[in-house]
C-alpha cells in the first residue's frame, strides 16, 4: 500500500516527565499491583481479627516508638522528595544529586529503623495468627523501602557519572512518585497495626 | 531517502541476528511473542497428555492403570498447567505478538521487561514439570486448598515447588499486564483515539488490569502458604488463630476472576474474526466495549460462588448468587453483536468462523450450567461432581480455547507468512468439535447421576463405566483433533501458500505490513483516521515520517486522543533479562530448601537488576 506523509514528529521532544512519559505509566501500572497486594494483606489481617475472639491473639500490640518514628520520618521525606522531583523536572543537575543524596541517606535510616522495629513487635512470626500476618505485612512494606532505596542509590551512582543527563532526569522524578506511594501506603499499615490491636474489640 | 533504503536501515537498527547471541539478547515482541505461544503450547501438549492419561484410568471401572498416588498428581498438574501455564499465558502471547502491530508501534513498551517475563515463565513452568518427573510433583489439586496443602497433609517438596511455581508465573503475567497497558495508553499510532482501539486490544486492556487486580490475590497465598510450610507461619492453621478458609478467599478472589482473564482475549479473538469474515465493522463496537468492562468488573464479585458449600451466611449467598446471574447479561450482549454483526455481513464461512461458531454453541451451554451452579440449592447437590467439571470444561474450551484455535487460523499467515490448509481446518474443527462434546457432555449426566470429582476409580456396581467409556473416546477424539493442527501447521510453514500481506482483506494496522512483519513492524508509522483503516484508506495509508531510521525510535501518544507527543527510545537487546531470570529463578528454588535463600538469592537478583539498569555508553544514553 502507499503512503501519504500527513504529520511530522521530527520536533517532538525524545523524554517527558509525569504522564507523557511511558514510564511513569508503567510506574503507576505496578502501583496499582502493589496496592492490591497491600489492601489484601490488609483485609487479611482485618479477616482474621473478625474471625477471632480475642485480637490480637493473647500478646501484647507491637511497641509504638519505632513504628511511630517511620511514620514520621517517611512523612517528612515527602518534603526532600518533592524537592528531587522538582529540581529533576527542572534538569538542574548540581540540586538534583544533592537531593538523591538526601534521599538515599533517608532511604537508609528508615531501613534501620524498621529492622528496629520488627524487635518491638512483641510476637514472633510463627507464635499465631496475629504474629505471621503482622510480620508479613511489615515485611511487605519493608521490601517496597528497600527496593525504592536501591532504586535510589543506584540513580544517585548514575547521576555522579557521564550518564547524568537528559532520560535520567526522568527517571529521578519517577523514582520520586514512588516513593511518595511507599510513603502512602505506610499511613493505613501503620494505622492498622497499631490501631487494630488497641481498638478492636476485644483486644 | 528511498524506500529500499528506509527498510534497510530500520532492518539494521531493529533486526535480531541469527546467531545465539542475538537469539538470547532480542527484545523484539515478535519473538518473544512467537516463543510464549510455541511454549505455551508445548504446555498443552504436556497438560493434554495429563488428561489422555486420566482418561484412559477412568475409562472403565477398578481400573488399575494408574495407581492414586500418580493420579493425584496427573490431575493436578493437569489443571495447574492448564491453568497457569497454558490458559493465561497463551492469551498473553498473543497480545505481546499482535497489540504492537494492532497499535501500529514497532515494539511493545518495556521489552527488556518482555523478555524478561518470558524467561521467567519458562523457567517457572520448567521448575514444576521437571518437579513431575523427579516424583515430586504437586499433587493437592489445581487450586491446592489448606489444610490439605499445608504441611501436616502434605509434607515434602511437592506442594512447595506448585507454590514457587505459582509466584512465578504470577510475576511474569504481571509484568506483561503492565507492559500491555502501557502500550496500549501510550504507544498507540497517532490519531487512534480510544474509541478506534481494535477489539481485540480492548479485550486485552481490560484483561491486563483485571490481571493487576487479581493475580496479587494468589501470590499472596502462595506465599502464605509456603511461610506456612517452611518458616512455621499460622495463616491457615486454626489451632493458632489462622483460618483455612482465608486461602479459599484468597484463591478465589484471583480465580474467578482468572476465568475471565482467560475469556475476555478470546471475546476479542471472536470479535475480529467475526468482523473479518462477516467483511462488515462490529455492530454494537461501543456495546461490545462496555461489554468486556462489565465482565471485568463483576468477574470479582463471583469469587465465593465456589464457596457455597463451605457455609456462609445466607445474605453472603443471595448476593453472589445474584451477582453470579448478572454476568450472564454483558455476556449475552456480546453474543447477540457477534450474530448481528454476522446477520448484516456476508459471512464467509473459513475455519477460523467455523471455531467461533463451536464457540457460540459451546460457550452458551456452559454459561447455562453456570447460571445452575449459581444457585445455592442446585450447587449443594452438584457440589464437587462431575457436572462441576462438566461446566467448567464447557466454560473454559468452549470460552476460550475454541476462539484461541480460530486465532490460530486467522493470524497464522500473518505470523509465518503462510496459510494452513483450509481442509485440514475443517477436519480439525470437525474432530474437535465431535470429539469436546463426547468427552465432555456425558459428564453432566455422570455428575447429576453423583460421581465425584478427583476419584482415580469407581466401582462396577455404580453404573458409570458405559458414559465414562464414552467420555473417554470422545477425550481421545478431540487429543486426535490437536495432532490434525500441529500436522497442518508444520505442513503450512514448510509447504503452505504464499499469504501476502493481508489475505483476509482485513482492515485493522497488522495487516497493513508484511506477513511475517518486518522486525520494525511499519516501514512508516500509520497515522489512523478510522476504527478500521485498512477499509477507509483504500489507495494510500497516511503515515508519520520524521521518526529516526537509524534509532530505536517509537512514538509516544496521548492515553485518550494519541496525539503524539514524545519520540521515545525503545530499548536495545540486553543479556541481562535472561541473567536477571536466571538469578531470580535460583533465588525461588533456593527458597524452597532454605529461607537464606531470600536473603543471598535477592542480592544476586539485586546485581542482575543494575546490570539490566545500568546505561551501556550506548547511543541511547548518548542522547
Redesign the interface.
Known amino acids: ?16 516527565y509525569g ?4 514510564i511513569w ?2 510506574t503507576l ?2 502501583i ?3 496496592s ?2 497491600f489492601l ?2 490488609a483485609g ?1 489481617y482485618l ?2 481479627a473478625a ?2 475472639p480475642d485480637w490480637p ?1 493473647a500478646t501484647p500490640p507491637p511497641g509504638l516508638l519505632w513504628s511511630t518514628l517511620i511514620l514520621a520520618v517517611l512523612l517528612a521525606s515527602l518534603w526532600p522528595n518533592r524537592m528531587a522531583k522538582q529540581d529533576a523536572e527542572q534538569e538542574d543537575l548540581g540540586r538534583t544529586r544533592r537531593n538523591l543524596l538526601v534521599m538515599s541517606a533517608v532511604g537508609l535510616v528508615l531501613i534501620g529503623i524498621r529492622f528496629l522495629e520488627f524487635t518491638t513487635l512483641n510476637v514472633r ?9 503482622l ?2 505485612i511489615l515485611g511487605l512494606h519493608t521490601l517496597h523501602i528497600i527496593t525504592d532505596v ?1 532504586d535510589t542509590l ?1 540513580l544517585t551512582a ?1 547521576m555522579f557519572t ?2 547524568g543527563h ?2 535520567r532526569f526522568s527517571d529521578v522524578s519517577d523514582n520520586a512518585f514512588y516513593w511518595d506511594f511507599v510513603v502512602a501506603s505506610w499511613v493505613p499499615l501503620y494505622v492498622l497495626i497499631q490501631g487494630g490491636p488497641r481498638l478492636w474489640p476485644g483486644g | 531517502m528511498a524506500d529500499a533504503e528506509v527498510r534497510r536501515r530500520l532492518a539494521a537498527t531493529w533486526g535480531t541476528g541469527a546467531g545465539l547471541w542475538d537469539r538470547l539478547t532480542t527484545v523484539d515482541h515478535k519473538i518473544v511473542g512467537r516463543r510464549y505461544i510455541l511454549t505455551a503450547f508445548l504446555f498443552l501438549g504436556l497438560a493434554g497428555l495429563s488428561a489422555v492419561a486420566m482418561r484412559l484410568q477412568l475409562a472403565r471401572p477398578e481400573s488399575r492403570l494408574i495407581g492414586p498416588d500418580l493420579y493425584n498428581q496427573l490431575f493436578t498438574m493437569h489443571g495447574t498447567t492448564m491453568m497457569f501455564l497454558f490458559a493465561v499465558p497463551v492469551m498473553e502471547a498473543f497480545g505481546v505478538y499482535l497489540v504492537p502491530l494492532m497499535l501500529g508501534t514497532r515494539n511493545i ?2 521489552p527488556r521487561l518482555n523478555a524478561f517475563s518470558y524467561w521467567v515463565y519458562l523457567f517457572g513452568g520448567l521448575m514444576i514439570w521437571f518437579a513431575f518427573m523427579l516424583n515430586v510433583g504437586a499433587d493437592a489439586g489445581w487450586f491446592a486448598y489448606v489444610p490439605l496443602a499445608g504441611p501436616e497433609y502434605s509434607p515434602g517438596k511437592r506442594v512447595d515447588f506448585w507454590a514457587q511455581m505459582i509466584t512465578f508465573t504470577e510475576v511474569s503475567a ?1 509484568a506483561v ?3 500491555i ?2 502500550t496500549t ?3 498507540r499510532a ?1 490519531g487512534m483515539s480510544l474509541d478506534r482501539i481494535p477489539l481485540f486490544v480492548w479485550s486485552m486492556l481490560v484483561t491486563s488490569v483485571m490481571i ?2 487479581a ?3 494468589v ?2 497465598a502462595s ?2 502458604l509456603i ?2 510450610r517452611l ?5 491457615f ?1 486454626p489451632a ?4 483455612p478458609l ?1 486461602w479459599q ?2 484463591f478465589w ?1 484471583f480465580g474467578h476472576p482468572e476465568v475471565y482473564i482467560i475469556f475476555l482475549p478470546a471475546t476479542g479473538m471472536v470479535s475480529q474474526i467475526v468482523v473479518a469474515f462477516s467483511r462488515r465493522p462490529a455492530f454494537g463496537y461501543l456495546a461490545l466495549v462496555l461489554a468486556l468492562v462489565s465482565v471485568g468488573f463483576l468477574s470479582f464479585g463471583l469469587w465465593v460462588h465456589h464457596m457455597f458449600a463451605t457455609g456462609l451466611p445466607q445474605l453472603g449467598a443471595s448476593f453472589f448468587t445474584a451477582s453470579s446471574m448478572l454476568i450472564g447479561i454483558p455476556n449475552g450482549l456480546q453474543i447477540f453483536c457477534w450474530i448481528a454483526t454476522l446477520w448484516t455481513g456476508r459471512p464467509v464461512f473459513a475455519t477460523p468462523l467455523l471455531f467461533v461458531l463451536g464457540f457460540f454453541f459451546i460457550f452458551v451451554a456452559g454459561g447455562l450450567s453456570g447460571l445452575m451452579l449459581a444457585s445455592v440449592p442446585l450447587d449443594f447437590q452438584l457440589h464437587d461432581s462431575y457436572f462441576v467439571v462438566a461446566h467448567f470444561h464447557y466454560v473454559l474450551i468452549g470460552g476460550a480455547v475454541f476462539p484461541l484455535l480460530g486465532a490460530i487460523y486467522y493470524w497464522f499467515p500473518k505470523i509465518t507468512g503462510r496459510m494452513m490448509s483450509e481442509r485440514a481446518g475443517r477436519w480439525h474443527f470437525a474432530l474437535a468439535f465431535l470429539g469436546f462434546n463426547l468427552a465432555f457432555f456425558p459428564m453432566h449426566v455422570l455428575g447429576l447421576q453423583g460421581m465425584p470429582r478427583r476419584v482415580y476409580t469407581y466401582l462396577p456396581e455404580t453404573g458409570w463405566g458405559s458414559l465414562n467409556l464414552l467420555v473417554s473416546f470422545g477425550a481421545l477424539l478431540f487429543a486426535l483433533s490437536f495432532v490434525v493442527l500441529a500436522a497442518n501447521a508444520v505442513a503450512a510453514v514448510r509447504r503452505g501458500a504464499l499469504a501476502g ?1 493481508n489475505p483476509w482483506g482485513v482492515g485493522t494496522l497488522e495487516w ?1 505490513t508484511g506477513s511475517p512483519p518486518p522486525a520494525y513492524n511499519f ?2 508509522i500509520p ?1 489512523v483516521t478510522h476504527r478500521e483503516p ?1 477499509w477507509a ?1 483504500r ?9 529516526a531510521v537509524d534509532d530505536r ?1 517509537v ?2 501518544t496521548s ?1 485518550v486522543e494519541a496525539k ?6 525503545s530499548p536495545e537487546p540486553s543479556i541481562w533479562p535472561l541473567l536477571s531470570a536466571i538469578a531470580t529463578t535460583i533465588a525461588f528454588i533456593g527458597s524452597i530448601f532454605t529461607p537464606w535463600a531470600v536473603v543471598w538469592g535477592g542480592a544476586i537478583v ?1 546485581v542482575a537488576l ?1 546490570g539490566w ?3 551501556k ?1 550506548s547511543r541511547e ?1 548518548e ?1
Open positions: 500500500m502507499k503512503h501519504r506523509p500527513i504529520l511530522d514528529v521530527s520536533h517532538l521532544p525524545s523524554y517527558g504522564p507523557a512519559s511511558p505509566w508503567g501500572g505496578f496499582v499491583l502493589e492490591t497486594g489484601l494483606a487479611t479477616y482474621l474471625v477471632n491473639l512470626w510463627d507464635q499465631n495468627a496475629y504474629g505471621s500476618i510480620w508479613a536501591g543506584v548514575l557521564r550518564h537528559g532520560k | 513498551a518495556f504481571q499486564a503492565v507492559e497497558i502501557v495508553l501510550k504507544q497517532p493487576c487486580l493475580m496479587p490475590a501470590m499472596l506465599t502464605f511461610m506456612d518458616i512455621g507461619t499460622q495463616f492453621n493458632e488463630g489462622g483460618q482465608l478467599h484468597l478472589f500481506p497493513a516501514e512508516r497515522v485498512l484508506e489507495e494510500s495509508l497516511p503515515v508519520v515520517v520524521g521518526l525510535e512514538v509516544a492515553p503524539a507527543s514524545l519520540r521515545e527510545m539485586a543494575i539498569f545500568w546505561p555508553g544514553d542522547r
